[in-house]
Nanobody, 121 residues
Framework: QVQLVESGGGLVQAGGSLRLSCAAS????????MGWYRQAPGKQRDLVAR???????NYKDSVKGRFTISRDNAKNTVYLQMNSLKPEDTAVYYC???????????????WGQGTQVTVSS
C-alpha cells in the first residue's frame, strides 16, 4: 500500500512563510496528479493546489500569487511553498496522490495524514 508522509506544518505569524513536503512510498509504478487540500474546523476539505505529472498546475483563487506547488518525480515528492500567509490559511493540510502499481493498472487515490498550519494575526 502506498503511504504519503507530510512534513513542514507549524505555527507562523501573518505574512510569514512555510514549506510543506509530501513523500510517497510503497508499491508505486507511476504517479499521476499530486495535490494539496486543506480543511478548516467546521468546513469541508477544499483543493488548494494541484500539479500533473508534466508540471501543469492549478490553484484555489485565494492562494494564487502566494502559494507555489511543485514536484520532484524522481523522489515521488510534492511541495507547497506558502508565502504571505494569512490567518484564513489556518487549516489541516492534506497531501493527495493518484498512483498505479503497473502499466495497465487503474489509478488509485491516497491521502496523507494531514499537517496543521496555524497562522496567527
Amino acid at each position: 500500500q502506498v503511504q504519503l508522509v507530510e512534513s513542514g506544518g507549524g505555527l507562523v505569524q501573518a505574512g510569514g512563510s512555510l514549506r510543506l513536503s509530501c513523500a510517497a512510498s510503497g508499491g508505486i509504478f507511476s504517479i499521476g496528479d499530486m495535490g494539496w487540500y486543506r480543511q478548516a474546523p467546521g468546513k469541508q476539505r477544499d483543493l488548494v493546489a494541484r500539479v500533473t505529472n508534466v508540471g501543469t498546475t492549478n490553484y484555489k483563487d485565494s492562494v494564487k500569487g502566494r502559494f507555489t506547488i511543485s514536484r520532484d518525480n524522481a523522489k515521488n515528492t510534492v511541495y507547497l511553498q506558502m508565502n504571505s500567509l494569512k490567518p484564513e490559511d489556518t487549516a489541516v493540510y492534506y497531501c493527495n496522490a493518484q498512483w498505479r502499481d503497473g502499466h495497465w493498472r487503474p489509478f488509485f487515490d491516497s491521502w496523507g495524514q494531514g499537517t496543521q498550519v496555524t497562522v496567527s494575526s
